[in-house]
């Protein structure tokens, strides 16, 4: 009799949100498109699934990670923030909701998520923004390719390095503070580690997104970057080096905003984004290290790799930081 009755209750239950589905889906048909604002590339393919799948238009947005904030909060201010949807490092995020502009959501499609991913009722993650070495594999011997961060100091890649400029990209100082966090044992190591770096000379580029071309074209041959670029820029010849220790990067967060235009179509954009198809796109199409249990991009040896999100910083601390690399780097 009691397997009975919770069989019944679960039943109806699966009912119940099938119906619940069906409202939303309707109701966000009825508005017919959603606006996404991201500084996430190449998704595309998530927005041309979203609208076969549902009918319902996605237009994206994308806003660099540097621009994101002063964008959307001058936007809001105005009256003219016509974002229904926002997906940014989980730092910007945490912004936009001190603004007001965040609304809270907890999608039913984040179930399945680790419990850490769900930061509070108005954001959730759903990946990490990975940074790795990148090489050219046509152009460095295996026997070169870094086992360990510290051998990028090696004087063999003198002039031969590319990265986002330390001074002033957010992403890059909190990966670098992540480094003596997580990485080195003490911050004499670290500093050391950051000398030798920066006697190699390194290229420096305003982010994370243009540092793959130098090192696709030969100009360099390896550089601070984004396993996800093996995906996006294939059949080029680039390769990631396993280095022994952890993959750090910042999480990537999603979440509705507080005055949507389109509210239904903004919380079904959000339950597809999270959903095992969407991320499977990301992750296949895009490269991209999702949250999303069980799913990896098709880059050799990345679902064993120990990828570890890393805090964020304050605003005083990346300046701070900014300000310490600026010099260390000695960056004009």
């Known amino acids: 009799m009691k397997k009975t009755l919770i069989a019944c209750i679960v039943l109806l239950a699966a009912a119940h949100a099938r119906a619940a589905d069906q409202t939303l889906l309707d109701k966000a048909r009825a508005e017919g498109k959603v606006a996404f604002y991201a500084n996430i590339t190449a998704v595309e393919p998530i927005m041309k699934a979203f609208t076969e799948d549902t009918g319902v238009k996605a237009e994206y947005t994308r806003i660099s990670t540097a621009r994101f904030v002063a964008t959307a909060v001058t936007e809001f201010e105005a009256g003219k923030f016509m974002a229904d949807v926002v997906q940014a490092p989980l730092p910007i ?58 051998d990028l100091t090696h004087p063999r890649w003198r002039d031969k390095i590319v990265m986002p400029n330390p001074a002033n990209h957010a992403t890059t100082i909190g990966w670098l503070i992540g480094l003596k966090e997580h990485v080195f044992k003490s911050e004499a190591e670290w500093m050391k580690f950051l000398k030798g770096l920066a006697a190699n000379r390194p290229m420096f580029v305003a982010s994370l997104g243009p540092t793959p071309a130098p090192i696709e074209s030969g100009e360099k041959l390896i550089g601070i970057s984004m396993p ?101 780097f000695n960056v004009r």
């Not at 909701?97 to 954001?123: C, F, H, N, V």
């Not at 999603?254 to 959903?275: C, E, G, M, Q």
């Open 93 to 150: 995020l945490e912004l936009l909701k001190e603004k007001g502009i965040l609304a809270p959501y907890r999608s039913p499609a984040a179930a399945g998520y680790p419990q850490w991913t769900k930061k509070d009722d108005y954001i959730q993650l759903f990946g990490i923004e990975y940074i790795a070495l990148i090489y050219n594999k046509e152009l460095v011997k295996k026997a070169d390719v870094p086992k360990r961060y510290e």
């Open 228 to 328: 996800k670029y093996i995906v996006t820029k294939a059949p080029a010849p680039l390769d990631w080096a396993r280095v022994a220790q952890p993959m750090l990067g910042t999480p990537r967060a999603i979440a509705v905003t507080s005055k949507p235009p389109h509210p239904n179509a903004a919380r079904l954009f959000v339950d597809y984004w999270l959903s095992q198809k969407a991320m499977g796109i990301l992750a296949k199409d895009v490269g991209e290290y999702v949250l999303a249990p069980g799913v990896f991009p098709p880059i050799d040896g990345i679902d064993k790799a120990k990828v570890i999100a890393i805090r964020e910083l304050s605003d005083e601390e990346t300046n701070k930081w900014g300000s310490e690399f600026k010099k260390i």
